[in-house]
C-alpha cells in the first residue's frame, strides 16, 4: 500500500520560501495521481496543487504564481515549492496518492484521493 511521508515544513516569515518533500512508500504503477492539501485550525482541509504521472498540473488559485509542484518519478518522490509566504498559507501540509488514476489533470479534493500522509507543518509569522 502507498503510503506518504511528507517532510520540509518549518516556520518561516512572510515573504520567505520553503521546499516540501513528500515520499512514496510504494510503487504506484505507470498512472497516479498526487496532490498537496493544507488544513489550518478550524477550517477544512483545502486543495493546494496536483499533479499527473504524466506531469500535468493543478493549482488552486491560492497558490498560483507562488506555489511550484513538481515530481521525480524514479525516486518516489513529490515536491512543493512555496515562495512568498503569507501568514494566512500557515497550517499543516499533506500529501496525497491516488493510484491508478486515469484522469487528464488532477481534480484538488480529498475525495479523490486514497492514500495520505500525517502532514508537515508550516507557519509563517512575523
Known amino acids: 500500500q502507498v503510503q506518504p511521508v511528507e517532510s520540509g515544513g518549518g516556520s518561516v516569515q512572510p515573504g520567505e520560501s520553503l521546499r516540501l518533500s513528500c515520499q512514496v512508500s510504494?510503487?504506484?504503477?505507470?498512472?497516479?495521481?498526487m496532490g498537496w492539501f493544507r488544513q489550518a485550525p478550524g477550517k477544512k482541509r483545502e486543495g493546494v496543487a496536483g499533479i499527473t504521472r504524466s506531469g500535468s498540473t493543478t493549482y488552486a488559485d491560492s497558490g498560483k504564481g507562488r506555489f511550484t509542484i513538481s515530481q521525480d518519478s524514479a525516486k518516489g518522490t513529490l515536491y512543493l515549492e512555496l515562495s512568498s509566504l503569507k501568514p494566512e498559507d500557515t497550517g499543516m501540509y499533506y500529501c496525497a496518492a491516488k493510484a491508478p488514476c486515469w484522469r487528464g489533470s488532477v481534480v484538488l479534493t480529498p475525495e479523490e484521493f486514497d492514500s495520505w500522509g500525517k502532514g508537515t507543518q508550516v507557519t509563517v509569522t512575523s
Open positions: 510504494a510503487y504506484m504503477g505507470g498512472s497516479y495521481c
